[in-house]
């Protein structure tokens, strides 16, 4: 298995803010990890089995949260800057695992592959969703799961309305982020049968991106 190596002039494929922002992130995110976050990817990743694939790993905050014995780990991130962080980790780790530049609209696994697919925080910063589930569908095996956590638009008028008017700074200050997606209800319409859904706040980050979701949706046999 590949140690997750990145050649150095990988990050030059980022432009300036993606690379102050690839470095900020650990610290931006220090306080929600170690209130509750943190807790959340645990308990969430403890179910992870079989040939897993995470979609926009980031730093690679998920990694210490995979229970041993995985068929195998594949991380995808294809932002440059952030790739890098995430090899250095990995490297540090000593977990078995892949590294692949690959964005999650063009996933490059065949149908029906993967057993689970991990989204934290993935599923806002894409620029349009529906085709990233199809991809994940279309990659999980039959009874493969989604695992998912991701902050959402907010069922408070007040803080819904807030998102709204932020989400454009919001969106370019935190590399494409909408803060007002309703990912839910995007997730219940692609097919998945979904299970074990919870509604919780993310502590300690702003009030934007509070609102959190996080569950499994699961692919059904086709008749």
């Known amino acids: 298995m590949s140690s997750g190596a990145v050649p150095a002039g990988a990050v030059k494929g980022s432009d300036l803010w993606a690379r102050v922002f690839a470095a900020l992130y650990d610290p931006l995110l220090w306080v929600g990890?170690?209130?509750?976050?943190?807790?959340?990817?645990?308990?969430?990743?403890?179910?992870?089995?079989?040939?897993?694939?995470?979609?926009?790993?980031g730093t690679g905050l998920n990694l210490g949260y995979y229970p041993d014995g995985l068929d195998?780990?594949?991380?995808?991130?294809?932002?440059a800057a952030m790739r890098t962080r995430l090899a250095q980790r990995l490297r540090r780790?000593?977990?078995?695992?892949?590294?692949?530049?690959?964005?999650?609209?063009?996933?490059?696994?065949?149908?029906?592959t993967v057993d689970t697919v991990v989204s934290t925080l993935v599923l806002c910063t894409v620029d349009d969703p529906d085709p990233v589930l199809q991809e994940i569908g279309r990659v999980l095996r039959p009874r493969g799961q989604l695992l998912f956590l991701e902050h959402?638009?907010?069922?408070?008028?007040?803080?819904?309305?807030?998102?709204?008017?932020?989400?454009?700074?919001?969106?370019?200050f935190a590399e494409g982020?909408?803060?007002?997606?309703?990912?839910?209800?995007?997730?219940?319409?692609?097919?998945?049968?979904?299970?074990?859904?919870?509604?919780?706040?993310?502590?300690?980050?702003?009030?934007?991106?509070?609102?959190?979701?996080?569950?499994?949706?699961?692919?059904?046999?086709s008749d």
């Open 33 to 57: 990890e170690r209130a509750g976050m943190g807790a959340r990817r645990r308990n969430l990743l403890s179910r992870a089995r079989g040939r897993t694939v995470e979609l926009g790993s």
């Open 72 to 79: 195998e780990l594949i991380l995808t991130e294809p932002e």
């Open 93 to 112: 780790s000593r977990r078995r695992a892949r590294v692949l530049n690959a964005s999650a609209e063009q996933l490059p696994f065949a149908d029906e």
């Open 152 to 172: 959402v638009r907010s069922e408070s008028p007040r803080l819904s309305y807030w998102q709204d008017r932020l989400a454009g700074p919001w969106r370019q």
């Open 177 to 221: 982020c909408h803060c007002n997606r309703a990912t839910l209800e995007l997730i219940r319409a692609c097919g998945l049968d979904l299970e074990d859904v919870q509604e919780t706040s993310w502590r300690g980050m702003p009030p934007i991106v509070r609102p959190l979701i996080t569950g499994v949706a699961t692919k059904t046999i």
